[in-house]
């Protein structure tokens, strides 16, 4: 547990680091923890630490933590792949959903949240390396589908996402960021409340903070190896 405060506070920094020396503002670069596949005792941990956003991959895992910590005011954000029977228990249990890929999902996601309760905030998934990730929207077809889930009435349109596949070096992996960073600076004046570039994990998170990632994913580097 201690291993897990340490490396927040060291991410932390590095964060900081990093944002002066890509000259981005002061936290403008927001840190998720990615707390799939980890114990609830490592999210009490991170928590302890400052940490109130936790992504998830696996629903039932998810529901699970979220049931377990339902008297603590954590946000909780659904980053995996979504099927159509899993989308009632993700409207109605999450904050935020990044891996919106096709309108048949957020339409589901939109009628199946309560409209008494705040917007879904979600980012709309976009493919950008066809070899490795099978999942995401087409970069052609972006557009279209952000103009479809922006007009939809429960949820709150709030940027991109991507995980492109894993690549050895800064620079390739500066240059596929650089893809989904430019679209998403040319959608953003489309919709009122586009404000998330969701890019960058353990890995390639200091080439995401350079093109502009405004929100990393952050598992690994946080919990350690997943089981
Ligand atoms: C697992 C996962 C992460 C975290 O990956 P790490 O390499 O452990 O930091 C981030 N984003 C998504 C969508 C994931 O599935």
Redesign the pocket.
Same mark, same amino acid.
């Given at each position: 547990m201690i291993t897990i405060a340490k490396n927040i506070e060291r991410l932390s920094d590095r964060l900081r680091l990093l944002e002066r020396q890509y000259e981005r503002s002061s936290a403008s670069v927001k840190l $998720?923890a990615?707390s799939?596949?980890h114990p609830v005792e490592s999210i009490i941990a991170a928590h302890e630490a400052g940490i109130v956003d936790f &992504?998830e991959?696996y629903l039932q895992e998810a529901l699970d933590k979220i049931q377990h910590f339902s008297s603590m005011q954590l946000n909780w954000h659904f980053? &995996?792949p979504i099927q159509s029977n899993k989308t009632k228990a993700i409207a109605e249990n999450f904050h935020w959903v990044? +891996?919106i890929d096709r309108f048949k999902i957020a339409q589901r996601l939109s009628d199946q949240r309560e409209s008494s309760t705040a917007k879904l905030n979600v980012c709309v998934q976009i493919k950008l390396s066809d070899e490795t990730n099978k999942f995401g929207v087409e970069l052609s077809k972006a557009e279209a589908l952000c103009d479809s889930v922006d007009a939809l009435p429960n949820l709150k349109l709030r940027g991109l *996402?991507a995980?492109p596949a894993a690549l050895p070096d800064l620079e390739s992996q500066r240059r596929t960021f650089r893809v989904l960073a430019q679209e998403y600076a040319r959608l953003k004046p489309r919709y009122a409340q586009f404000d998330t570039l969701?890019m960058g *994990? +353990?890995?390639d $998170?200091e080439a995401a903070i350079a093109e502009g990632s405004t929100l990393?994913?952050? &598992?690994?580097?946080?919990?350690g190896?997943?089981s």
């Open positions: $998720l990615v799939k596949r &992504g991959n980053i &995996g990044h +891996s *996402m995980i969701s *994990m +353990s890995n $998170l990393i994913r952050v &598992g690994t580097a946080i919990f190896p997943r």
